[in-house]
């Protein structure tokens, strides 16, 4: 079993940052990629980052420039820096992994969510 967990979110103001984090754990053979998406109520999954193994990365349009993800790849975490954040932003934030187990099968995995709330 795989397991993702989240944490960082929160309640900040427009203008402010924030930080999430999702570490990786259980039977992790490796990682191919990590994400950031998000939902906010009434909208569409939306892909926030992702960074591959490579430390390729790609950003939705909505946070070019705004939001970085980076990794510690040793600690099997993903990290999600949030500046410039905007009340449009509030929404559940998921972690998500594409990670190949010791059982050798590869499959996408999704954290719990994680609550961000900009206020205006």
């Known amino acids: 079993q795989v397991q993702l967990v989240e944490s960082g979110g929160g309640l900040v103001q427009a203008g402010g940052s924030l930080r999430l984090s999702c570490t990786a754990s259980g039977s992790i053979l490796s990682i191919n990629a990590m994400g950031w998406f998000r939902q906010a109520p009434g909208k569409p999954h939306e892909l926030l980052a992702i960074?591959?193994?490579?430390?390729?990365?790609t950003y939705g349009d909505s946070v070019k420039g705004r939001f970085t993800i980076s990794r510690d790849s040793a600690q099997n975490t993903v990290f999600l820096r949030m500046n410039s954040l905007k009340p449009e932003d509030t929404a559940d934030y998921y972690c998500?992994?594409?990670?190949?187990?010791?059982?050798?099968?590869?499959?996408?995995?999704w954290g719990q969510g994680i609550q961000v709330t900009v206020s205006s």
């Open positions: 960074i591959t193994r490579n430390d390729t990365t």
């Open positions: 998500h992994g594409n990670i190949r187990s010791i059982s050798g099968r590869t499959a996408d995995y």
